[in-house]
T-cell receptor, first 113, second 113 residues
Framework: DAGVIQSPRHEVTEMGQEVTLRCKPI?????LFWYRQTMMRGLELLIY????????DSGMPEDRFSAKMPNASFSTLKIQPSEPRDSAVYFC???????????FGPGTRLLVL | AQSVSQHNHHVILSEAASLELGCNYS??????LFWYVQYPGQHLQLLLK??????LVKGIKGFEAEFIKSKFSFNLRKPSVQWSDTAEYFC???????????FGTGTRLQVFP
Protein backbone atom coordinates (compact mmCIF):
# COMPACT_ATOMS: atom_id res chain seq x y z
CA ASP A 1 0.00 0.00 0.00
CA ALA A 2 1.27 3.47 -0.83
CA GLY A 3 0.20 4.93 2.50
CA VAL A 4 -1.36 8.33 2.92
CA ILE A 5 -0.33 10.64 0.10
CA GLN A 6 -0.11 14.39 0.51
CA SER A 7 0.68 17.11 -1.98
CA PRO A 8 2.45 19.35 -2.31
CA ARG A 9 5.26 18.40 0.06
CA HIS A 10 6.44 21.99 0.28
CA GLU A 11 4.59 25.20 -0.42
CA VAL A 12 5.91 28.74 -0.27
CA THR A 13 3.42 31.50 -0.91
CA GLU A 14 2.83 35.14 -0.21
CA MET A 15 0.41 36.51 2.32
CA GLY A 16 -3.06 36.85 0.88
CA GLN A 17 -2.75 34.03 -1.59
CA GLU A 18 -4.98 30.96 -1.58
CA VAL A 19 -3.35 27.69 -0.56
CA THR A 20 -4.80 24.25 -1.26
CA LEU A 21 -3.40 21.15 0.40
CA ARG A 22 -4.36 17.71 -0.87
CA CYS A 23 -4.64 14.32 0.73
CA LYS A 24 -5.32 10.82 -0.54
CA PRO A 25 -6.08 8.44 2.34
CA ILE A 26 -5.22 4.77 2.44
CA UNK A 27 -7.68 2.81 0.33
CA UNK A 28 -10.46 1.36 2.46
CA UNK A 29 -9.99 3.79 5.31
CA UNK A 30 -13.17 5.69 6.11
CA UNK A 31 -11.88 8.27 8.59
CA LEU A 32 -9.64 11.17 7.60
CA PHE A 33 -7.99 13.73 9.84
CA TRP A 34 -6.21 17.03 9.19
CA TYR A 35 -3.59 18.19 11.72
CA ARG A 36 -1.33 21.20 11.99
CA GLN A 37 2.06 21.05 13.70
CA THR A 38 4.02 24.07 14.91
CA MET A 39 6.79 24.53 17.42
CA MET A 40 4.62 26.73 19.59
CA ARG A 41 1.38 24.75 19.63
CA GLY A 42 2.51 21.20 18.88
CA LEU A 43 0.14 18.89 17.01
CA GLU A 44 -3.40 20.21 16.67
CA LEU A 45 -6.39 18.46 15.15
CA LEU A 46 -8.11 20.79 12.71
CA ILE A 47 -10.97 18.69 11.38
CA TYR A 48 -11.90 15.09 10.77
CA UNK A 49 -14.24 13.26 8.44
CA UNK A 50 -15.99 9.94 8.74
CA UNK A 51 -17.38 8.41 5.55
CA UNK A 52 -16.68 11.72 3.78
CA UNK A 53 -18.79 13.70 6.25
CA UNK A 54 -17.17 16.33 8.47
CA UNK A 55 -17.68 15.25 12.07
CA UNK A 56 -15.82 17.85 14.08
CA ASP A 57 -14.31 21.07 12.74
CA SER A 58 -13.90 22.76 16.10
CA GLY A 59 -10.14 22.85 15.61
CA MET A 60 -10.31 24.92 12.45
CA PRO A 61 -8.74 28.20 13.53
CA GLU A 62 -10.79 30.66 11.48
CA ASP A 63 -13.16 31.04 8.57
CA ARG A 64 -10.13 31.38 6.34
CA PHE A 65 -9.72 27.62 6.70
CA SER A 66 -12.02 25.16 4.95
CA ALA A 67 -11.86 21.45 4.22
CA LYS A 68 -13.73 19.17 1.89
CA MET A 69 -13.89 15.48 1.18
CA PRO A 70 -15.80 15.03 -2.07
CA ASN A 71 -15.16 11.28 -2.16
CA ALA A 72 -13.53 8.50 -0.17
CA SER A 73 -10.16 8.91 -1.84
CA PHE A 74 -9.57 12.64 -1.75
CA SER A 75 -9.65 15.56 0.65
CA THR A 76 -8.53 19.18 0.48
CA LEU A 77 -7.64 21.76 3.09
CA LYS A 78 -7.86 25.32 1.81
CA ILE A 79 -6.60 28.52 3.36
CA GLN A 80 -7.90 31.71 1.82
CA PRO A 81 -6.41 34.23 2.32
CA SER A 82 -3.22 32.85 3.83
CA GLU A 83 -1.29 34.66 6.56
CA PRO A 84 2.28 34.27 7.86
CA ARG A 85 0.98 32.72 11.10
CA ASP A 86 -0.43 29.83 9.04
CA SER A 87 3.12 28.66 8.40
CA ALA A 88 3.33 25.11 9.73
CA VAL A 89 3.48 21.48 8.72
CA TYR A 90 0.04 20.16 7.84
CA PHE A 91 -0.49 16.43 8.22
CA CYS A 92 -3.27 14.27 6.91
CA UNK A 93 -4.01 10.93 8.57
CA UNK A 94 -6.48 8.16 7.85
CA UNK A 95 -7.85 5.19 9.76
CA UNK A 96 -10.25 2.31 9.36
CA UNK A 97 -12.53 3.81 11.96
CA UNK A 98 -12.70 6.82 14.19
CA UNK A 99 -11.06 5.04 17.13
CA UNK A 100 -8.63 2.94 15.14
CA UNK A 101 -4.93 3.52 14.53
CA UNK A 102 -4.26 6.62 12.47
CA UNK A 103 -1.70 6.48 9.69
CA PHE A 104 -0.04 9.76 8.86
CA GLY A 105 1.03 11.18 5.55
CA PRO A 106 4.41 12.85 4.98
CA GLY A 107 2.98 16.30 5.58
CA THR A 108 2.97 19.57 3.67
CA ARG A 109 5.43 22.16 4.91
CA LEU A 110 3.78 25.53 4.34
CA LEU A 111 5.61 28.83 4.50
CA VAL A 112 3.61 32.02 4.08
CA LEU A 113 5.77 35.08 3.53
CA ALA B 1 -9.35 19.90 31.98
CA GLN B 2 -9.04 16.52 30.36
CA SER B 3 -5.66 16.10 28.79
CA VAL B 4 -2.63 14.00 27.92
CA SER B 5 0.56 14.94 29.74
CA GLN B 6 4.12 14.16 28.80
CA HIS B 7 6.26 15.43 31.62
CA ASN B 8 9.63 15.05 29.92
CA HIS B 9 9.98 17.69 27.25
CA HIS B 10 13.59 16.99 26.34
CA VAL B 11 15.64 13.91 27.22
CA ILE B 12 19.32 13.47 26.44
CA LEU B 13 20.92 10.04 26.73
CA SER B 14 24.04 8.21 25.72
CA GLU B 15 23.79 5.10 23.60
CA ALA B 16 22.98 1.93 25.58
CA ALA B 17 21.26 3.91 28.33
CA SER B 18 17.77 2.87 29.35
CA LEU B 19 14.80 5.03 28.45
CA GLU B 20 11.50 5.70 30.10
CA LEU B 21 9.16 8.43 28.87
CA GLY B 22 6.16 9.30 30.95
CA CYS B 23 2.60 9.68 29.72
CA ASN B 24 -0.42 10.38 31.87
CA TYR B 25 -3.98 11.04 30.83
CA SER B 26 -6.97 12.35 32.68
CA UNK B 27 -9.85 10.58 30.93
CA UNK B 28 -12.02 8.09 32.74
CA UNK B 29 -13.54 4.99 31.21
CA UNK B 30 -12.15 2.84 28.45
CA UNK B 31 -9.36 4.44 26.46
CA UNK B 32 -7.21 3.43 23.52
CA LEU B 33 -3.57 4.42 23.94
CA PHE B 34 -0.84 5.05 21.39
CA TRP B 35 2.79 6.04 21.12
CA TYR B 36 3.92 7.64 17.89
CA VAL B 37 7.47 8.55 16.86
CA GLN B 38 8.52 11.36 14.54
CA TYR B 39 12.08 11.14 13.22
CA PRO B 40 13.68 14.43 12.16
CA GLY B 41 11.94 15.82 9.11
CA GLN B 42 9.54 12.91 8.83
CA HIS B 43 5.91 12.14 9.59
CA LEU B 44 4.48 10.42 12.63
CA GLN B 45 4.75 6.66 12.71
CA LEU B 46 3.03 4.28 15.08
CA LEU B 47 5.37 2.69 17.64
CA LEU B 48 2.80 0.71 19.58
CA LYS B 49 -0.77 0.76 20.79
CA UNK B 50 -2.96 -0.60 23.55
CA UNK B 51 -6.65 -1.34 23.11
CA UNK B 52 -7.22 -4.16 25.60
CA UNK B 53 -5.63 -7.32 27.00
CA UNK B 54 -2.07 -7.60 28.30
CA UNK B 55 -1.16 -4.17 29.71
CA LEU B 56 2.47 -4.65 28.68
CA VAL B 57 2.62 -3.88 25.00
CA LYS B 58 5.54 -4.63 22.70
CA GLY B 59 6.16 -2.32 19.79
CA ILE B 60 8.62 -1.94 16.97
CA LYS B 61 12.35 -1.33 17.37
CA GLY B 62 12.51 -2.79 20.87
CA PHE B 63 10.09 -0.35 22.45
CA GLU B 64 7.45 -1.37 24.97
CA ALA B 65 4.86 0.42 27.06
CA GLU B 66 2.92 -0.48 30.16
CA PHE B 67 -0.67 0.55 30.76
CA ILE B 68 -1.33 1.09 34.46
CA LYS B 69 -5.01 1.89 34.79
CA SER B 70 -4.83 2.89 38.45
CA LYS B 71 -2.20 5.50 37.63
CA PHE B 72 -3.74 6.63 34.33
CA SER B 73 -0.33 6.08 32.80
CA PHE B 74 1.13 4.58 29.65
CA ASN B 75 4.89 4.99 29.93
CA LEU B 76 7.20 4.13 27.06
CA ARG B 77 10.38 2.15 27.72
CA LYS B 78 13.41 0.82 25.92
CA PRO B 79 16.21 -0.98 27.78
CA SER B 80 19.05 0.22 25.55
CA VAL B 81 18.69 3.19 23.21
CA GLN B 82 20.56 3.74 19.97
CA TRP B 83 21.63 6.89 18.18
CA SER B 84 18.93 6.14 15.59
CA ASP B 85 16.25 6.53 18.29
CA THR B 86 16.81 10.28 18.22
CA ALA B 87 13.34 11.61 17.49
CA GLU B 88 10.25 13.16 19.02
CA TYR B 89 7.86 10.83 20.79
CA PHE B 90 4.15 11.51 21.15
CA CYS B 91 1.69 9.82 23.46
CA UNK B 92 -1.93 9.87 22.27
CA UNK B 93 -5.25 8.84 23.75
CA UNK B 94 -8.60 8.06 22.17
CA UNK B 95 -10.90 9.46 24.80
CA UNK B 96 -14.18 7.66 25.52
CA UNK B 97 -16.43 10.67 25.07
CA UNK B 98 -14.97 11.77 21.76
CA UNK B 99 -13.74 10.25 18.54
CA UNK B 100 -10.66 12.43 18.54
CA UNK B 101 -7.10 11.32 19.15
CA UNK B 102 -5.65 13.63 21.78
CA PHE B 103 -1.89 14.07 21.57
CA GLY B 104 0.55 15.01 24.28
CA THR B 105 3.01 17.82 23.63
CA GLY B 106 5.77 15.40 22.74
CA THR B 107 9.17 14.48 24.18
CA ARG B 108 12.29 15.23 22.21
CA LEU B 109 14.87 12.46 22.67
CA GLN B 110 18.50 13.01 21.74
CA VAL B 111 20.84 10.04 21.86
CA PHE B 112 24.56 10.66 21.66
CA PRO B 113 27.00 7.98 20.48
Amino acid sequence: DAGVIQSPRHEVTEMGQEVTLRCKPISGHNSLFWYRQTMMRGLELLIYFNNNVPIDDSGMPEDRFSAKMPNASFSTLKIQPSEPRDSAVYFCASSLGQKETQYFGPGTRLLVL
Amino acid sequence: AQSVSQHNHHVILSEAASLELGCNYSYGGTVNLFWYVQYPGQHLQLLLKYFSGDPLVKGIKGFEAEFIKSKFSFNLRKPSVQWSDTAEYFCAVNAPNTDKLIFGTGTRLQVFP
